[in-house]
């Protein structure tokens, strides 16, 4: 049998109207806490895991992204399985991303970290 190729939830991306007010809701009243921040999303800590809330107020949808050790692998091998490439692979902060499908029209984000980590300051904020 061959390597999982999906390796953990990476973060439940959620887009939101106004960061500022999403921050108040998630942050201030809902209790997670902030791991970082950009000008249109910021991610919150889901503590029982690794996986991060992020709320953005970029123009893509909900999407629960899963990490894979790398994101034009894990196409290849998605596709040649009998998935689809819906779009991508593109350069995120953090790595590469791809929108691939499976045979029953499921979208799924694949997402890698070839790029490392984000960079913040101490108040979290990306430099």
């Known amino acids: 049998m061959s390597e999982a190729l999906i390796r953990k939830v990476d973060c439940l991306s959620l887009p939101v109207?106004?960061?500022e007010k999403a921050l108040s809701f998630y942050q201030d009243k809902l209790g997670h806490d902030l791991i970082?921040?950009?000008?249109?999303?910021a991610g919150l800590r889901l503590p029982d895991t690794d996986a991060e809330l992020v709320i953005h107020t970029e123009s893509r949808p909900q999407a629960a992204e899963l990490f894979v050790a790398s994101?034009?692998?894990?196409v290849e091998r998605f596709v040649n399985a009998?998935?689809?490439l819906f779009s991508g692979p593109f350069e995120?902060?953090?790595g590469q991303c791809a929108v691939v499908g499976d045979p029953w029209g499921?979208?799924?984000?694949l997402l890698d970290m070839s790029k490392g980590p984000l960079r913040t300051d101490e108040a979290g904020n990306v430099i």
Request: hydrophobic share 50%; glycine share 8%; net charge negative.
């Open 17 to 19: 109207a106004d960061l």
């Open 36 to 41: 970082w921040r950009s000008e249109t999303a």
């Open 71 to 74: 994101v034009s692998d894990a």
């Open 82 to 84: 009998g998935g689809s």
């Open 92 to 94: 995120v902060p953090i």
């Open 106 to 109: 499921n979208a799924l984000v």
